[in-house]
């Protein structure tokens, strides 16, 4: 008898962690939209740095490149 009672006391609380398992669930995946659309704004924002800072690394890249040669010249 005192084991059927562990088992039942065992299954109300196995119970109780599946309904708080499925709740947490149904939380996460309510909250999978607003995630998405961070994620999103995050890459559009990566894109548009990347848009705004690239012709400027070029440009220091040119101006690198033309002083590694005059100091290679002044070397000689």
């Known amino acids: 008898m005192q084991r059927l009672k562990e088992i039942q006391e065992e299954f109300k609380r196995l ?3 599946v309904s708080q398992l499925k709740n947490s669930i149904d939380e ?3 909250a999978i939209p607003g995630v998405q659309k ?3 704004d ?3 924002d990566v894109k548009k740095w ?3 800072t690239e012709p400027r690394l ?3 890249q ?3 490149d033309v002083l590694k040669i005059d100091q ?3 070397q000689k």
């Open 38 to 40: 961070f994620i999103n």
């Open 15 to 17: 119970s109780s962690e």
């Open 58 to 60: 070029n440009r220091i």
């Open 28 to 30: 996460l995946q309510a």
């Open 42 to 44: 995050v890459e559009r």
């Open 50 to 52: 990347k848009f705004k």
């Open 72 to 74: 290679k010249e002044q």
């Open 62 to 64: 040119i101006i690198l």
